[in-house]
């Protein structure tokens, strides 16, 4: 639960910062399905009861197409020899729920009122009819229960009821549409729904991949060195490569001018400890992290440089325990 806690703010602290900058960089990073303690790798699906939306199907292909770091994380079976863990479940809720209403349009085919020009002996309209067409809010949602069984112990290892809804609205400009129509739209848009929700149930019973965007620093600060004004613009280039996933040149051009600074840029450190997060190697992109803190005293900075240290602190561990996990 403390991780749990923790990765909740690391991803909330993620969008906070991300709000101050304007160039970011997106990183991902492994993270453990929430079954502790337990490998999943070969499982038996069986039919979802209620399921009118396609829910076992999606969660049959996700399964089957599964892959992290070019493995196949599941092996699907028919019968429950050999298997970690049974998946079943029940669709608790398919519906479409809607409020009628009508919009006003003017039609430009139909006169109500005419005045008559003397003049130019003609009439000309000074109102049209007004049109009422039939619009639709509609509410769609699918509620749907999962559950792990583990087949010799028929111990339940994991259970959650995850709940979608999506909004349309929509007019008619013909006669009002009934059942028909309706029903094959809300099995379309539920079955979208279906599939939503099967990605977030893999999420939760495998290894999987989470996202940051990390904010970038697109400034030397002159307070912490004097710098050349080409020096200036070198950082500017790279940051701009760094924006755009050029993230070896980047890295390459960084330690040169690392270099040239004698390492006592933090702004470059830092950057160059996000490059090597977005890389995959944490240990050391932590180690930079740390280095760089040491190289500053400016409070906003190092609010910065802390959470990339809490952050990949914390990822490290998650993609050790995530690793565990794989086949």
């Given at each position: 639960m ?11 602290l ?14 991902r990073?492994?993270?453990p399905?929430?079954?502790e303690?337990e ?6 699906i069986e ?19 599964k ?5 196949r ?9 050999g298997?970690?863990a ?7 809720n398919?519906?479409?729920s809607?409020?009628t ?5 003017i ?8 005045r008559?020009?003397?003049?130019h002996?003609?009439?000309d ?20 229960n999962?559950?792990l069984?583990?087949?010799?112990t028929n ?10 809804s ?24 539920n ?8 990605n977030?149930?893999i ?5 999987h ?14 307070n ?7 020096q ?5 280039n ?14 390459m051009q960084?330690?040169?001018l ?23 190697k ?14 500053t ?11 990339g ?11 050790i ?6 086949p």
């Amino acid at each position: 639960m403390k991780n749990l806690f923790s990765i909740g703010l690391i991803i909330i602290l993620s969008h906070f910062f991300t709000a101050c900058s304007s160039k970011k960089l997106t990183v991902r990073t492994l993270h453990p399905s929430k079954i502790e303690k337990e490998k999943i790798n070969v499982v038996k699906i069986e039919r979802f009861r209620n399921d009118d939306v396609n829910q076992t199907l999606s969660l049959e292909n996700k399964i089957v197409n599964k892959i992290v770091d070019n493995k196949r994380v599941f092996t699907l079976k028919n019968d429950i020899f050999g298997v970690d863990a049974i998946i079943t479940g029940e669709v608790l809720n398919s519906s479409v729920s809607f409020q009628t209403y009508y919009k006003e349009e003017i039609d430009y085919s139909r006169c109500r009122y005419y005045r008559y020009d003397e003049k130019h002996k003609r009439k000309d309209c000074i109102e049209y009819s007004i049109r009422y067409i039939p619009c639709e809010n509609r509410e769609y949602n699918v509620t749907t229960n999962v559950q792990l069984i583990q087949p010799i112990t028929n111990k339940i290892i994991f259970s959650k009821t995850y709940d979608k809804s999506s909004f349309d609205n929509v007019c008619f400009d013909r006669p009002y549409p009934f059942n028909m129509i309706l029903s094959s739209e809300k099995y379309r848009v539920n079955s979208q729904i279906a599939n939503e929700i099967a990605n977030d149930i893999i999420d939760d019973i495998s290894p999987h991949y989470v996202y940051f965007n990390i904010n970038i620093i697109e400034e030397l600060d002159e307070n912490n060195l004097s710098y050349t004004k080409e020096q200036r613009k070198k950082f500017e280039n790279i940051v701009e490569l760094i924006s755009n996933t050029n993230l070896d040149i980047a890295k390459m051009q960084l330690e040169i001018l690392d270099k040239e600074l004698n390492q006592n840029s933090f702004e470059v450190i830092y950057n160059l400890a996000l490059i090597y997060e977005a890389l995959g190697k944490l240990k050391i992109a932590n180690n930079l992290y740390n280095e760089a803190k040491m190289k500053t005293t400016n409070i906003e900075y190092l609010d910065l440089i802390n959470y990339g240290i809490n952050r990949t602190n914390l990822n490290l561990e998650e993609k050790i325990k995530a690793k565990s996990q794989l086949p």
